[in-house]
């Protein structure tokens, strides 16, 4: 597989075709190949590896979720991360099952995860679990952390806007300035 290295929209264009071919090749096939991408030494094909995850996720599932978080600490940075947060919430879609250990994990990328899997679920977020995992880690100095504390809960402020005002009041003396800022961004 020759990887483009130009921009997302236009690599995404000109590996559609293939990816697609793989439609049906079960979840096995597709985390082993994601895993030999991921192992290349050119962050392009992280970035495709990515794009084969996200465009059959509806082949993963639960059991599939340990082998999306090991590709989380192998490497790790800010944008292949919020990528797999986004795939793995489309496959825990209204399960939470990892994410209560990942809150936990050494690994600061993993408690990222942890912060951004509900990312997009609107009235499906589980509101009290989303709050709880800000104030778990609103402690943390680390600016990824704090920076998705503020993104989650901005996120959920699209359908809860009163609520997440509520909770961001309350609580401002707990959370960092930037949590606090993103969070209050649009509200």
């Known amino acids: ?17 293939q990816l697609r071919e793989l439609k049906g090749a079960g979840a096995a096939s597709l985390l082993a190949l994601a895993n030999e991408l ?12 990515l794009d084969l995850l996200s465009m059959h996720n509806k082949e993963l599932q639960m059991r599939d979720i340990p082998a999306l978080l090991m590709l989380v600490q192998k490497k790790s940075w800010w944008d292949t991360v919020d990528a797999l947060a986004t795939i793995t919430g489309d496959v825990l879609r209204g399960h939470h099952d990892y994410m209560d250990q990942a809150l936990t994990h050494e690994n600061f990328w993993m408690r990222r995860i942890a912060l951004l899997h509900q990312l997009g679920w609107r009235e499906k977020t589980d509101s009290t679990r989303l709050y709880s995992y800000c104030l778990k880690l609103a402690h943390e100095k680390e600016f990824f952390i704090q920076k998705a504390i503020g993104w989650a ?31 209050n961004k649009h509200l």
């Not at 991921?38 to 590896?49: D, K």
């Not at 609520?163 to 961001?168: A, I, L, P």
């Open 1 to 17: 597989m020759r990887i483009p290295r130009h921009s997302p929209p236009l690599r995404r264009s000109e590996l559609k075709g």
């Open 153 to 183: 809960l901005r996120d959920y402020a699209r359908h809860a806007p009163e609520q997440v005002r509520q909770f961001t009041q309350q609580n401002k003396s707990t959370l960092s300035a930037l949590s606090y800022r993103e969070a």
């Open 38 to 49: 991921w192992e290349l030494p050119e962050r392009e094909y992280q970035y495709v590896a």
